[in-house]
């Protein structure tokens, strides 16, 4: 995957951010690079997706201190779609624990598409990971809550915390999803006759359908992802979400799945934890330092922003984000070097 920026200088993800000023200067500069790509098409399976304006494009990046760098669209409302899958995860696993979890929904990339199927029959009905449908599903079955409207009281409220403001449900593409949802229906009904549902499986897809459906900016990803990496604390509001080990569980699952079959090109890329929405989304954390929310709703065929890609690995590479990438350390007194 040629994401053009192989010209862009360098930097390591050790060591500090750089200055402020910096910072507002390379978001900038990662729009520029990534507007003249329009190539890719608005997602239409759901059809009030179809009507997105292709040609929005924001960029935002909020650091752990809570300050905010936004050029674009970063204000443009869009529904969260598989974003949710992450944080919705994160929310299970500060309920249940890491080994219950791992079982429940596993880790591992599928390979596959994210709405298959045959992942699903291939494993016995385990799902592999939870940023897929069926392992997203298995996920929020697991909310806590003694009802469907107490686990959906939950998510919202859950997903409004990582944002640091209420979050509401987009009405339209809620009514939109659930008229064409089959595909779900039926995934949580495989997983019922597995047993890796035990609730009413349509029940299931209604509050995902729902969580699918929360509208949000590129600044709330931003946020969301800030607080991931900041150890679950909102830099903005201050707020403890999640414990940081359900930080740590949480970005590893996003290294490995968050771009669905292409997680493996994005991290050889981009070298960071993300997660895609086929809205147009997409949000990356680096931990420690700050989080990524992009918006452009152009997408390549495995249902990532084409543009969202783009400017991600710009401003990883310029920010010096990467976490595989390091340099030689200047020797100390003393060394053998």
Known sequence: MDLGVEHVEQRVATGPLPA????DDLVARALTHATPHGE??????????ARADP?????????????????????????????SKAFVYALVREHLGHDVVADRVGVNNTGLPFNSVMALELNGGHPLNPMVNAGALATTALVPGASADEQWATIQAGLSAF???????????????AATNQRNRAIARLLESYGRVELDPLAVVDVYTRQCALSVTAHDLAVMGATL????????????????????????VMATNGLYERSGEWLLEI??????????GIVTIAPGKAGIGVYSPRLDPAGNSVRGQRAT?????????????????????????
């Open 20 to 23: 402020q000023e910096e910072i």
């Open 40 to 49: 890719g098409a608005v997602a239409d399976y759901i059809p009030v997706l």
């Open 55 to 83: 040609a929005l494009f924001g960029v935002c990046v909020v650091d752990v201190d809570g300050h905010a760098h936004a050029v674009g669209d970063t204000q443009a409302a869009f529904s969260v779609q598989s974003i």
């Open 163 to 177: 944002a640091g403001r209420p979050l509401e449900v987009d009405d339209e593409v809620y009514r939109s999803e």
């Open 229 to 252: 990496a900041d150890g679950g604390v909102n830099p903005v509001t201050g707020e403890q979400v999640v414990a940081a080990d359900v930080c740590r569980d949480t970005l590893a």
């Open 271 to 280: 070298g960071l934890p993300g997660k895609s929405g086929v809205s147009g």
């Open 313 to 337: 690995a710009y401003l990883s590479r310029a920010l010096g984000l990467n976490i595989f990438a390091s340099d030689a350390h200047v020797p100390t007194r003393g060394s053998h070097r």
